[in-house]
Each structure stands twice: as structure tokens, then as C-alpha cells.
């Protein structure tokens, strides 16, 4: 005899396979957790049609899921569900913003697992002193490894407290870990369940007071060279760069520190001058972790090639910049400025070497 679970998934599989027909009449159960293969069936109806799972976001209050249509891979989707009403219209992504395209078929996806998880995370948070989790959340972290179900635990009595669970995506062997003053460090989930990782153990980071702004508004894709010398006045050394990110209201520097090559450091600079360090990190093995300064890329030049960005990929000369990026290209080759446009349509690149030739103007 099939189990309730089997049921479940050949419902929705045959509501994927007929969807078309009543997508419109499609509403969202009001209570979700007590029953997700309902919350899965509403999903599948609401699809209507093959697709694979780069997210899936579930909790009592509201669900969402970004998916590749199977049939046309460069399309992607953004489906969302809210207790007791009917379900929109997925909301199209450009393809341009999906970074990491890990996945898993929807018919694998268990969404009874999930609601177990998020109960076990629950508990954990209760034992240790950290605020409800809203939701777990199925996908790939920040590097695009690690895919399977993850919950974030925070704190309002400390905003130095972070602590992070991820398990597989059959719910299967989790694997905890907090954030210290020197970086992660992992926590064994039986010490969890005691609750002997309680916030009021967070140690403190010590982090250097923010720098207040000036007064000034900024439009940072006009020029960065200012700022880069208030940041590195602030640093107290030398830039050593990993990576600049600039749009107009932010500048982003990711800097290793004078005395190691090993930790990564980024500092925001707002749109009022106010500089802050956002945060600190351990390095990823075998990334390019060699460091370039102001002078090995054309900052001076920089506004020019923004503004002139769009003109180069004649199918989006009407286009903005969305965003601009300076790091080593390849395989930790010289320093590259990439421009990154944006249209109606999706996005294009127009990248520069270290100095200031261009390399290619394209629709991505």
C-alpha cells in the first residue's frame, strides 16, 4: 500500500501534469505546516509544468520558491504562497541574477522535512536563547555549496549572535556552526539540543567604531578615489584588494588585513560618507587570494567607463548600470573592471583590463 508521503508526490506530479487547466482556482492552505504535501499540491498547481528547485522557503506564514522550467532552462521563477489565499502568477527572473543554479527536482522535494526541520530549529533556538526561526529555507549557501535545508538563528538580545544548521535535503545529517569573533566556529548538535551554545556565550566582536558621514551625498559610479583614501585612512594601512563593488549609493571594498592573507575584511562606504566594517572572513581555499592595489587598475577612469557602458552593446545602448566590479579575472590574472548594464530585458557586461582597453561589450 502506497504511504501517505508516496500519495503525496504522485498528487503532485499529476497536478504538475494538469495544472493549465485550473492554475487560476489555486489557493494556499491555512495552515501550512500541519500540511505539507497540500502547501507541495499547491505549488505543482500553481507551476504547471516540470521544473527544478533552486529555493524553496517554508514556514507557517509564508512560502517561496525560485525554479528552472525543465523545458526552457533559461527561464526562471519566482512562485510565492501566503496561508489561506490564492497563489499569483510566478514572477519571472532574469537569468542574469540566478548566481548559483544548484538544484533539485520538485517531485524530490519534501516539504513534510522541512516542517520537521523547522520544528527541530525551533527547539534548538528555545534551548539557547535565540529568537523563533520564521522559516528554513532549501537551497545552496552563499558560495553555491552545501545544498539542503538551513536554518539562520539570530538574537535580539545580541546582534553578535548568528548560528547556522544545514542539513540535507532529506533532512539527514546536520552539521551546526556559530559565528565568534575570529569567524565561524562549529558547534555539535547534541550540545545544541542541551542548549550549551546559549547566546549569552556569544563573545563580542571587536570591531572598530563607524565612521559618521560628512554631509555629503554621493554618487559613487562619478568617482571612488576620495573615498578609497578616507577607507584606507580609516584601515590605518595600505589597501590590499580582493575585490571593489560600486553602484551609485555604495562602495564596497573587500580588503585583506596588514597582517594576514588568510582573513578578508569588507568596509561600506553609504551614500553620506559614513564607513563602517560590515564584516570578517576566513578566506575559501584555492580562490584567488592575491591582493592588488588602487594603482594596478584605472580608478581615475572609472566614471568615464560607466557612463559609456551602455552604448557599447547596441541592443541595450538605452540601458543603466546596475552595479560595478573590480577583482582579478581568470585564474588570478591582473586586476578587471566588469560593468554590469541592465535593460528591461536582462542584463549585459562590458569588461576593461587593468589598462583601461576594452575587453568585450555583451548581452550575457
Same mark, same amino acid.
Given at each position: 500500500? &502506497?504511504?501517505?508521503?508516496?500519495?503525496?508526490?504522485?498528487?503532485?506530479?499529476?497536478?504538475?501534469?494538469?495544472?493549465?487547466?485550473?492554475?487560476?482556482?489555486?489557493?494556499? =492552505?491555512?495552515?501550512?505546516?500541519?500540511? =505539507?504535501?497540500?502547501?507541495?499540491?499547491?505549488?505543482?498547481?500553481?507551476?504547471?509544468?516540470?521544473?527544478?528547485? %533552486?529555493?524553496?522557503?517554508?514556514?507557517?506564514?509564508?512560502?517561496?520558491?525560485?525554479?528552472?522550467?525543465?523545458?526552457?532552462?533559461?527561464?526562471?521563477?519566482?512562485?510565492?504562497?501566503? &496561508?489561506?489565499?490564492?497563489?499569483?502568477?510566478?514572477?519571472?527572473?532574469?537569468?542574469?541574477?540566478?548566481?548559483?543554479?544548484?538544484?533539485?527536482a520538485f517531485a524530490d522535494v519534501d516539504l513534510a522535512v522541512g516542517a520537521r526541520?523547522?520544528?527541530?530549529?525551533?527547539?534548538?533556538?528555545?534551548? /539557547?536563547?535565540?529568537?523563533?526561526?520564521?522559516?528554513?529555507? %532549501?537551497?545552496?549557501?552563499?558560495?553555491?555549496?552545501?545544498?539542503?535545508?538551513?536554518?539562520? %538563528?539570530?538574537?535580539?538580545?545580541?546582534?553578535?549572535?548568528?548560528?547556522?544548521?544545514?542539513?540535507?535535503?532529506?533532512?539527514?545529517?546536520?552539521?551546526?556552526?556559530?559565528?565568534?569573533?575570529?569567524?565561524?566556529?562549529?558547534?555539535?548538535?547534541?550540545? !545544541?539540543?542541551?542548549?550549551?551554545?546559549?547566546?549569552?556565550?556569544?563573545?563580542?566582536?571587536?570591531?572598530?567604531?563607524?565612521?559618521?558621514?560628512?554631509?555629503?551625498?554621493?554618487?559613487?559610479?562619478?568617482?571612488? *578615489?576620495?573615498? !578609497?583614501?578616507?577607507?584606507?585612512?580609516?584601515?590605518?594601512?595600505?589597501?590590499?584588494?580582493?575585490?571593489?563593488?560600486?553602484?551609485?549609493?555604495?562602495?564596497?571594498?573587500?580588503?585583506? =588585513?596588514?597582517?594576514?592573507?588568510?582573513?578578508?575584511?569588507?568596509?561600506?562606504?553609504?551614500?553620506?560618507?559614513?564607513?563602517? %566594517?560590515?564584516?570578517?572572513?576566513?578566506?575559501?581555499?584555492?580562490?584567488?587570494?592575491?591582493?592588488?592595489?588602487?594603482?594596478?587598475?584605472?580608478?581615475?577612469? !572609472?566614471?568615464?567607463?560607466?557612463?559609456?557602458?551602455?552604448?557599447?552593446? &547596441?541592443?541595450?545602448?538605452?540601458?543603466?548600470?546596475?552595479?560595478?566590479?573590480?577583482?582579478?579575472?581568470? !585564474?588570478?590574472?591582473?586586476?578587471?573592471?566588469?560593468?554590469?548594464? *541592465?535593460?528591461?530585458?536582462?542584463?549585459? /557586461?562590458?569588461?576593461?583590463?587593468?589598462?583601461?582597453?576594452?575587453?568585450?561589450? *555583451?548581452?550575457?
Amino acid at each position: 500500500m &502506497p504511504t501517505r508521503t508516496e500519495l503525496a508526490v504522485a498528487v503532485a506530479l499529476a497536478l504538475l501534469a494538469c495544472a493549465p487547466a485550473f492554475a487560476a482556482d489555486v489557493v494556499a =492552505p491555512a495552515h501550512p505546516l500541519d500540511d =505539507p504535501a497540500a502547501v507541495k499540491a499547491a505549488f505543482a498547481a500553481r507551476i504547471g509544468h516540470p521544473v527544478h528547485v %533552486l529555493t524553496f522557503s517554508f514556514g507557517e506564514h509564508y512560502a517561496d520558491a525560485i525554479v528552472q522550467n525543465d523545458a526552457a532552462p533559461d527561464e526562471f521563477d519566482r512562485f510565492e504562497m501566503a &496561508p489561506g489565499q490564492p497563489m499569483k502568477e510566478g514572477q519571472p527572473q532574469k537569468s542574469g541574477s540566478v548566481d548559483c543554479r544548484k538544484q533539485i527536482a520538485f517531485a524530490d522535494v519534501d516539504l513534510a522535512v522541512g516542517a520537521r526541520l523547522l520544528g527541530e530549529a525551533r527547539a534548538i533556538a528555545a534551548a /539557547n536563547g535565540y529568537s523563533k526561526p520564521e522559516n528554513v529555507e %532549501l537551497g545552496a549557501d552563499v558560495f553555491c555549496n552545501d545544498f539542503g535545508w538551513r536554518a539562520r %538563528l539570530t538574537s535580539e538580545a545580541s546582534s553578535d549572535a548568528f548560528l547556522e544548521i544545514v542539513w540535507t535535503p532529506n533532512g539527514a545529517s546536520p552539521k551546526a556552526r556559530r559565528m565568534n569573533n575570529d569567524g565561524w566556529a562549529k558547534v555539535d548538535m547534541k550540545t !545544541l539540543a542541551a542548549g550549551g551554545a546559549n547566546v549569552a556565550t556569544v563573545p563580542p566582536k571587536n570591531e572598530p567604531a563607524p565612521t559618521p558621514g560628512d554631509g555629503r551625498t554621493r554618487d559613487f559610479t562619478q568617482g571612488i *578615489e576620495a573615498d !578609497l583614501a578616507r577607507v584606507e585612512a580609516t584601515v590605518g594601512a595600505p589597501l590590499a584588494f580582493k575585490h571593489i563593488s560600486v553602484d551609485k549609493a555604495q562602495l564596497s571594498v573587500d580588503v585583506f =588585513p596588514a597582517n594576514s592573507k588568510k582573513r578578508v575584511a569588507t568596509w561600506i562606504v553609504a551614500s553620506d560618507g559614513g564607513i563602517r %566594517l560590515w564584516r570578517e572572513d576566513d578566506t575559501i581555499p584555492f580562490d584567488c587570494n592575491k591582493p592588488f592595489a588602487a594603482g594596478d587598475v584605472p580608478i581615475a577612469q !572609472l566614471p568615464a567607463m560607466i557612463a559609456g557602458a551602455p552604448a557599447l552593446i &547596441p541592443p541595450m545602448a538605452a540601458g543603466s548600470v546596475r552595479n560595478v566590479h573590480i577583482y582579478r579575472s581568470g !585564474l588570478c590574472g591582473a586586476p578587471h573592471v566588469f560593468i554590469e548594464v *541592465e535593460d528591461e530585458r536582462g542584463y549585459g /557586461n562590458v569588461e576593461y583590463d587593468n589598462r583601461g582597453k576594452l575587453v568585450r561589450a *555583451e548581452v550575457q
